[in-house]
Nanobody
Framework: QGRLVETGGGLVQAGGSLRLSCTAS?????MAWFRQAPGKEREFLAG????????SYKDSVKGRFTISRDKPGNTVYLQMDSLKSEDTSVYYC???????????????????????WGRGTQVTVSS
């Protein structure tokens, strides 16, 4: 329960694109993408509410990154365009149970609120 499987990381040149995917073994989850570079705190990038109707982005990735979900809702994608060298990091998928109506429309930005984490996938952008 709560297992997350990430795919899609790799090496790309600056200006290029990558798409990350994360599939959860459960449903009714708020899901998000974070990243963490060596020596830095884990930072929120993009999130989707449990019902998939709301999204939120870190300011520095708005217009470049897009979060989306498949129809069943247990797979979330992060389309990353116009990648920069500073986007190099380990990217993590996170999920939080969101069955309650009171939280179904909330995008959670605080990593401490998430229940499940993927193992992380390396994204390296060469300049």
């Amino acid at each position: 329960q709560g297992r997350l499987v990430e795919t899609g990381g790799g090496l790309v040149q600056a200006g290029g694109s990558l798409r990350l995917s994360c599939t959860a073994s459960d449903s009714d989850l708020a899901m998000a993408w974070f990243r963490q570079a060596p020596g830095k705190e884990r930072e929120f990038l993009a999130g989707s509410s449990g019902n998939g109707r709301s999204t939120s982005y870190k300011d520095s990735v708005k217009g470049r990154f897009t979060i989306s979900r498949d129809k069943p809702g247990n797979t979330v994608y992060l389309q990353m365009d116009s990648l920069k060298s500073e986007d190099t990091s380990v990217y993590y998928c996170a999920a939080k149970e969101a069955r309650s109506r009171s939280v179904q429309d909330i995008v959670f930005r605080n990593p401490k609120l998430y229940d499940y984490w993927g193992r992380g996938t390396q994204v390296t952008v060469s300049s």
